[in-house]
């Protein structure tokens, strides 16, 4: 019997940058299955290139050569108009700064996504955003800006905002670096269980031991070679 088909399949992936000494390479032709449902964290060192993998997997850059696969699509055979559909559908993410917009409220943040014909939002996206920011209790911040709301709240509204299409698959850039300890578990604890009860994949790019050990999975990338670590 065949293995499910995987949400996220590497094969090969490698990534130069050119600069005025010549290329730099940054991945070493990396190989990786990722299941749906699935947690997963990337740890190395910094400058290993854990930003511009992540990156690759979100369709926000391409790789040098090699085939990512994400739901059975081979995204370099996409135009940038079917990345940006398939990165507006199918991925969130998540990044050490919130990004929110200043002048919108919570509630407006959350629904920016889903306006992808620039009109309102739907009822139905509208109640997702209700569910959701209940979920991570923020139901009496909604008319709240960014500005008025804490560091952990803001990555929260960041996560419901990552969220709210539905994605298959969540990416996050050090989502707890710039949050204190306690904010920091606390949105660690937040993404596994929204992983578990929304059913989305989750990768995670983390300095933090603690957070990567609630991962399934730990993969270290180092010298652009990924490995098993967990
Ligand atoms: N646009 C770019 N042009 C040239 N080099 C880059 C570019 N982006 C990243 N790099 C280099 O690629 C390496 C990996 O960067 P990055 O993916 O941000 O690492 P990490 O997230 O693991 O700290 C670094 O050496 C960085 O300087
Ligand atoms: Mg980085």
Request: some cysteine.
């Amino acid at each position: 019997m065949s293995s499910p088909e995987p949400l996220l399949l590497l094969e090969g992936v490698a990534k130069e940058y050119g600069t005025a000494a010549g290329p730099l390479r940054i991945l070493e032709g990396l190989s990786l299955r990722v299941g749906r449902g699935e947690s997963l964290a990337i740890v190395g060192p910094s400058g290993s290139g854990k930003s511009t993998l992540l990156q690759i997997l979100g369709t926000l850059d391409h790789a040098t050569s090699g085939r990512v696969e994400l739901a059975g699509q081979n995204l370099s055979a996409l135009d940038d108009f079917q990345l940006a559909a398939v990165r507006n559908r199918q991925i969130g993410f998540i990044f050490q700064a919130h990004h929110l917009l200043p002048q919108c409220t919570v509630l407006e943040n959350i629904l920016v996504p889903t306006l992808a014909s620039g009109g309102t939002a739907s009822a139905e996206a509208q109640q997702r955003a209700l569910r959701l920011l209940t979920r991570v209790g923020l139901q009496e911040r909604l008319g709240h800006r960014p500005a008025q709301l804490s560091g952990g709240e803001r990555q929260r509204v960041a996560v419901v905002r990552a969220l709210i299409n539905q994605p298959q698959l969540l990416l996050a850039d050090e989502p707890t670096g710039a949050l204190d300890h306690a904010s920091a578990v606390n949105l660690g604890q937040l993404l596994v269980e929204l992983n578990r009860e929304e059913g989305v994949t989750l990768i995670v790019v983390t300095h933090s031991a603690e957070l990567a050990g609630k991962m399934q999975r730990i993969l270290r990338l180092e010298g652009g070679r990924l490995m098993e670590a967990k």
